[in-house]
Nanobody
Framework: QVQLVESGGGLVQAGGSLRLSCVVS????????MGWYRQAPGKQRELVAG???????SYADSVKDRFTLSSDYAANALYLQMNNLKPEDTGVYYC???????????????WGQGTQVTVSS
């Protein structure tokens, strides 16, 4: 019913850049919040950057001043510009959205399939 499709991952050398994109499609009444999470091998999934329902952006300390979150809510799209990438940024990046499909009351969590980001040293 609701799908999140990510793109833009890949292999890059340390210091390089990548831009991730996520598009939400399907039956959408409202998107409350959107964000990017990542999961490194052997570690738990962590929030990298996200927009709250109030529209403010928050970033993990490890990516501040390197990553920039942006959105095109008319297109139900979320972007993550990643600059000065480091090997520790390696992981699978997942797009997340809180989506209501039938009204304002109930929002549910939806996840994309993930896109691999690998940063070589």
């Amino acid at each position: 019913q609701v799908q999140l499709v990510e793109s833009g991952g890949g292999l890059v050398q340390a210091g390089g850049s990548l831009r991730l994109s996520c598009v939400v499609s399907g039956v959408i009444f409202n998107i409350n919040a959107m964000g990017w999470y990542r999961q490194a091998p052997g570690k738990q999934r962590e929030l990298v950057a996200g927009f709250t329902s109030g529209g403010s952006a928050s970033y993990a300390d490890s990516v501040k001043d390197r990553f920039t979150l942006s959105s095109d809510y008319a297109a139900n799209a979320l972007y993550l510009q990643m600059n000065n990438l480091k090997p520790e940024d390696t992981g699978v990046y997942y797009c997340h959205a809180e989506v209501a499909t039938t009204g304002w009351t109930f929002h549910y969590d939806y996840w994309g399939q993930g896109t691999q980001v690998t940063v070589s040293s």
